[in-house]
Structure formats: C-alpha cells, structure tokens
C-alpha cells in the first residue's frame, strides 16, 4: 500500500476517491432540511486511508525533538533564533482549548504546522492571504473568549500594518499573546523575487524598531529573543502578563532571513 506522500502524487490509493455522482441545485435551508433524512455514517472502505492521513498529519505536525534547545536544527546567525524553538516552548504551555490566529506570510506556517487545533473554533485565519489579520482577530477572540488564550502569531511586516491595535487592547482589557516572527524582510514576496528575477530583489527589505519596546510603550509586556536559551523565559513571563495580569503581551523574536520556513 502507498503512502500518504505517494498517494498525493501518484493517486494510486488503495480505495478509489469519491466522485462528484450528481449535481444538487437548491436553496440553502432546502438543502439543510434534506440532510436530516440521510444517514451519513463513515464509508467502511475509507478506514485505512483515514488512518494513514491521520497518522502522517501527526508526524508532519511533530515538532523535532530537540526543537527546545535549537539542537539539530539549522545553523543561525549570531544575534538570532529559531522560531522553531520559541515555538516549542510555547506548545509546551498551552492549554488545550488555546485559540491562535495568523494573516499572512511565512510565519504562518510555523502556526498551520505546530500549533494544535484540539477543539473547534481553535485557528483563526482568511483565505485570501490577506496581511494584517493576526493582531485584530486575537484582539476580538481574546474579548470574544476570555476564558481561553488566545496567541497571534505574526510577521514583523504584518505587525507594521496593525501592531498599533496593542493600544486597543489595552484600552479594552484584550489579553492575548502575540509572536512576532522578525526577519526584517517581507520574506514571502522576496521569495517570488528570487524565484523570477534571481538577485534582483526591490521593496522587500524593512528596518524595524525594537517591537518589545514598542508594545511596552502602548503598556503590554515586551521580551526580546536573540538566541535559543532565552526562548523559555520570555514564553513564561509572557503568558504570566497574559493570564495573571490580563494585558496583551508581545516576544520579538529576531530570526535568521536564511530560514525562511520550519
């Protein structure tokens, strides 16, 4: 039997897809209605298929096992971190029911990766690819749901677009957790540029202030993280100002523009 990895390939599952057997053309209610008379119980010859879905999804999503230490990952630059580290310590502390949201860019794929998803409504995004989304959706889940944390994972271009909400939240009791992924760089477009016009890259490259210090100004907490061993404290400390204090909280976390992606 194919892998999963094959079978998206090659399609060669080893039960057959289900096809399209008829179009339906009907009202919304109409067609809601219908529904209660079927029995939709699972297909016995998906079982299998299912099973290695789930269990290659499982091992996509696993995080290396070093991932906390930086160890076995790739070389940084001095003056850098791996998100991947940050990000496992943040896995590590996250409750069950955590909501996270994300725009645009690179970055999301360490939350579409990593982040798990236990209950339903647990990942906020669009999908249109529009920047900008990261920092107001966490704002209004934070407000939505106080009861469950919420964490914005956000690129250092998004947060330029809208990082200005942190004085919302403030002024509104929002209390979320955001990681700022900075590369100074809008790192996917550059990757178009490489990719089309190789060595030819224009508008892409940002200069950036210190974010920690900008969210302090606004009044939430701020940690900067420039290497891998400073990933846990500034995760603890950050989630404290969320949970126990109840205001926003922002980690910087200066990353190497040659990792691009997990």
């Known amino acids: 039997m194919p892998t999963l990895a ?3 390939r090659t399609t060669a599952f080893s039960a057959p897809l ?3 057997a008829r179009q339906i053309l009907a009202a919304p209610d109409a067609f809601t209605e219908a529904l209660a008379g079927l029995d ?3 297909h016995p010859d998906w079982t299998r298929w299912t099973a290695e879905a789930r269990e290659e999804q499982a091992r996509h999503a696993a995080l290396p096992a070093a ?3 930086g160890a076995g990952l790739p070389a940084t630059a001095p003056g850098t971190a791996h998100m991947t580290s940050v990000i496992a310590e943040l896995v590590e502390r996250l409750p069950d029911d955590a909501v996270h949201t994300f725009g645009a860019g690179n970055h999301c794929i360490w939350a579409q990766r990593y982040l798990p998803t236990r209950v339903f409504p647990s990942q906020l995004s669009m999908r249109n690819g529009s920047m900008g989304y990261s920092v107001p959706a966490a704002l209004a889940a934070s407000l939505e749901s106080p009861g469950r944390l919420t964490v914005a994972i956000a690129g250092d271009g998004e947060f330029l677009m809208d990082g200005q909400e942190i004085a919302t939240a403030v002024q509104y009791g929002a209390a979320f957790l955001v990681i700022l992924m900075d590369n100074r760089q809008y790192g996917t477009i550059r990757e178009h540029q490489e990719r089309h016009y190789p060595g030819r890259i224009s508008g892409t490259q940002l200069a950036n202030p210190d974010f920690a210090a900008y969210a302090r100004a606004f009044g939430a907490h701020g940690e900067t993280v420039t ?3 400073q990933a846990a404290g500034a995760v603890e400390r950050a989630l404290k100002a969320v949970t126990d204090e109840r205001r926003p909280a922002v980690i910087h976390v200066v990353v ?7």
């Open 40 to 42: 939709l119980t699972g």
């Open 256 to 262: 190497d523009q040659n990792i691009p992606l997990p």
């Open 227 to 229: 290497a891998d061993d």
């Open 67 to 69: 991932a906390r230490t």
């Open 18 to 20: 289900p096809r399209v």
């Open 6 to 8: 094959e079978a998206a």
